[in-house]
């Protein structure tokens, strides 16, 4: 997986995104919450899992290219799975309340 990045001292953009002290790590999305913030110790090992854990979006369409993502780590962590077509009525509804 390739993941875009940038570093920076700009004040202007720590205020922007309220980094508190003179670090911080934020993953911006065009998904769920738009913005994820790395809670802690700033690590190789916890940058690795905020990333892993974050970089996907939670609802994600199922198909043979997803179908990896989806299931990877399943077993390490909690997971809920909903399967249903994207063709039925309620499928907008759904969608809505996740």
Do not use: H
Not at 45 to 70: A, G, H, Y
Request: hydrophobic fraction near 40%; aromatic fraction near 12%; proline fraction near 2%.
């Amino acid at each position: 997986m390739v993941i875009d990045f940038g570093i920076t001292s700009t004040d202007e953009l720590f205020q922007l995104f309220r980094v508190e002290g003179d670090s911080g790590v934020i993953i911006l999305k065009k998904y769920d919450e738009g913005m994820t913030r790395l809670q802690g110790e700033i690590t190789t090992e916890t940058v690795s899992n905020f990333v892993d854990n974050n970089s996907q979006p939670l609802l994600m369409e199922f198909k043979t290219e997803t179908s990896k993502i989806i299931f990877q780590g399943f077993q390490a962590s909690p997971n809920l799975i909903i399967f249903i077509s994207s063709k039925t009525e309620l499928f907008e509804e759904i969608l809505d309340n996740f």
